[in-house]
């Protein structure tokens, strides 16, 4: 009986959860930056120049790694800019995903001379189980957010009880760019049970300095749900999605009103191995789901962004099994239509036992171009630099080899 009793407030609670209040505050619109008129790809020289590599000359994209923490096993990278131009990435790592000597690290990147700075601990279990007053078994998916006073945010999530699916989402906030932080306050997302709530991708931003962030569920259902937040407190939640095929939100905003989510499909084996696709008209009080994009994803998370001119920039595992491959994928943002343009990591030749991963890609805008972490095989984080011009001759060069190829079968 009391088995039975437990379950039903559990699910009471749940329920409760995911009820509409009428007195949540306003709804505002999406924050936009500015568009640059977008130019021409390329210049007929430049296309005609990227004809052979696109990795030739000043072009080259630049890669290194985020500092060794000592740690065997690391994942969940992720990025933001600094007010001196610098980039600063945080990570988890420990002695493997979930183990209680899991720390969320930090780094800082030098633009000038090319380098990471010597990594310091941010958040560990016993620091945040000090600052939140509670029991806490494990921690990672750190997503860092600027605020509307200009003072950074880390949101991380953290378990008390079971896996991922006991999970809820913290916050620190640093005055400094990041050498110290503030204890760690917890986000309430629901008035009873403030379970598997978990954050993955990158924080929108509302016109009213509010936060909007694209979370997601792992118990009872596999959905997302947008959360706005503000001075640390929830302010209203929507759901995204809906059952058990969809989490991790990535959220391109188009215009006020307008976004487009993908999502990581966690899907049964006799489901298309695609990205689901939630779409919002109403800077995301309400969204509907639309048909999927038709890029095979593998349960793993996919990365994206929208570059000033518009063209957007998308990362992920394009296979429908494994994590063995990361392909850099672009669209100009108008057909919808996104084309490879770089395979960033391919271990398809490689014997199946032999093959690392690739995944949790995450990407910046900064500095005249994409940066870009991503996990290596669990034991590094690989760091990349793409300059808008290698980004544009890329493009460029993609769109030939296409229009040449159908050249050749109009030809045939």
Known sequence: ????????????????????????????SFAIAPTEQADE??????????????????????????PDTGAPSVHAASLIALKDGAVRAFWFAGSREGAADVAIYSSVYDLKSGNWSSPTVVMDRLTAEKGLSRYIAKLGNPVPSRLADGRLQLFFVTV???????SSISAVTSDDEGLTWSNPQRLISSPLLNLSTLVKSPVIKFNDGTLG???????????????????????????????????????FVNDAQDAIAYFRQTRSARLPKQIPVSLTQNAGQTWLQAPDLPIANPNSAVAGLVLNTGVRVLVLNNIEAGRYRLALMMSDGKTGQWRTIELLEDDESVPETQRKEFSYPYLLSADGGVHLVYTWDRKRIRHRYFSDAWLKQAYSHALLIEEEASNKESAQ
């Not at 699910?11 to 007195?23: K, T």
Request: glycine share 10%; charged share 20%; hydrophobic share 45%.
């Open 213 to 251: 962030i694209p979370a997601y569920h792992e118990w009872i259902g596999r959905f997302g749900e947008f959360l706005r937040v503000d001075a640390g407190q929830v302010i209203d939640k929507r759901r995204m999605s809906s059952g058990r095929s969809a989490i991790q939100p990535l959220v």
């Open 160 to 166: 008390s009880i079971g896996g991922w699916a006991g």
């Open 1 to 28: 009986m009391s088995r039975v009793i437990a379950i039903c407030f559990l699910l009471l609670a749940a329920v409760i959860g995911f009820l509409h209040i009428d007195s949540r505050p306003a709804w505002e």
């Open 41 to 66: 790809v390329v210049n007929d020289d430049v296309a005609s120049k990227s004809r052979g590599s696109v990795k030739a000359g000043i072009f080259s994209p630049q890669t290194n790694w985020l």
